[in-house]
């Protein structure tokens, strides 16, 4: 378990010299909080795998793949063998119904899968408001000083491209792709303040992605133990935001800062065309039949 800003140079490895006037000019790719948001072209994946290499770090990956929901996991586990993390120590968590529907994908040496059984549900509200319980409780009894960083993910989607220790942060969001072109005025926050998850107009600093979110363990746990109490609170009283977690997530990460932003090449959708700005898809939802994976 290492600190996430101590950053030791590799011994003796050369690479391109850094220009500080030369870049991406069609992107934003830092916040008016100094956060980097992390682009193609913005940064030199093998100084930043040697220097992670040396820390020995240990990423986690949680998913969920509860009901018909299990069909998305092969693409998702063999596509993350390919590009997530690949050299790296990493250990997927898959929360099931149907342990025993689990794909066998052969994982390389250093990685592993665990397999978390799950009651199954009926109600997605059930669902996804257990999201956020699991994790946090998935971090206390089993990651808690064990691993370094974790990533939480939604499993209708595969890797097509490199995810890997660019993405690393304290807390750490993927702008959502349907949106990062508008206006905050468009943004779907919940917006009725009775709700813990509302978000004013005229506030807001981008509209991220419940499908994908994570950084250090501790600072993952914080999220996930307020998303949860927020939700929870809200049920109390009748009230479901507009996008469940999300809503929760992005009113989170209004108050709390994300250190590190993912540009949408970290959650693209598959439906979506490519706009220029996107030079590479590195993970995407893909197209689902809702009708035949949903329960009722
Ligand atoms: C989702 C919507 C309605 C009813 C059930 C679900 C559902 C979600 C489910 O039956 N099983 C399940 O495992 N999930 C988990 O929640 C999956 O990991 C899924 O990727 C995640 C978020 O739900 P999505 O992917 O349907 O939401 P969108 O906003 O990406 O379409
Ligand atoms: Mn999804």
């Given at each position: 378990?290492?600190?996430?800003?101590?950053?030791?140079?590799?011994?003796?490895?050369?690479?391109?010299?850094?220009?500080?006037?030369?870049?991406?000019?069609?992107?934003?790719?830092?916040?008016?909080?100094?956060?980097?948001?992390?682009?193609?072209?913005?940064?030199?994946?093998?100084?930043?795998?040697?220097?992670?290499?040396?820390?020995?770090?240990?990423?986690?990956?949680?998913?969920?793949?509860?009901?018909?929901?299990?069909?998305?996991?092969?693409?998702?586990?063999?596509?993350?063998e390919q590009f997530f993390f690949v050299g790296f120590r990493v250990s997927i968590y898959v929360f099931t119904d149907r342990p025993n529907d689990v794909p066998h994908v052969k994982m390389a040496e250093g990685r592993q899968?665990?397999?978390?059984?799950?009651?199954?549900?009926?109600?997605?509200?059930?669902?996804?408001?257990?999201?956020?319980?699991?994790?946090?409780k998935l971090i206390e009894e089993k990651l808690i000083n064990k691993a370094d960083y974790i990533f939480c993910l939604d499993v209708d989607s595969k890797f097509h491209g490199r995810w890997g220790t660019e993405s690393l942060g304290g807390l750490v969001a993927v702008i959502h792709p349907g949106y990062y072109r508008d206006d905050r005025s468009r943004f779907p926050y919940e917006r009725r303040p009775i709700s813990r998850a509302f978000v004013a107009p005229g506030d807001g600093d981008f509209y991220y992605c419940g499908g994908a979110f994570g950084g250090l363990i501790q600072e993952v746990h914080q999220l996930a133990k307020t998303c949860r109490k927020n939700f929870e609170d809200d049920a109390k009283e009748g009230i479901e935001a507009a996008w469940q977690e999300e809503s929760h997530l992005n009113r989170y990460m209004w108050t709390n800062k994300p250190s590190k932003i993912l540009s949408p090449e970290y959650l693209w959708q598959d439906f979506k065309a490519r706009n220029p700005e996107i030079k590479i898809i590195r993970f995407?939802?893909?197209?689902?039949?809702?009708?035949?994976?949903?329960p009722n």
């Open positions: 378990v290492s600190s996430d800003f101590h950053l030791v140079a590799p011994d003796g490895m050369k690479y391109t010299q850094p220009s500080i006037t030369q870049g991406r000019t069609d992107v934003v790719s830092v916040t008016p909080w100094l956060a980097p948001v992390v682009w193609e072209e913005t940064f030199n994946e093998k100084l930043l795998d040697s220097i992670y290499m040396k820390k020995n770090i240990s990423v986690v990956a949680t998913v969920f793949a509860v009901g018909k929901y299990i069909m998305f996991l092969k693409d998702f586990l063999e596509t993350a899968l665990n397999v978390l059984p799950v009651p199954s549900s009926n109600r997605w509200q059930e669902i996804s408001a257990r999201r956020m319980e699991l994790i946090q995407s939802g893909v197209v689902k039949n809702y009708a035949a994976i949903r």
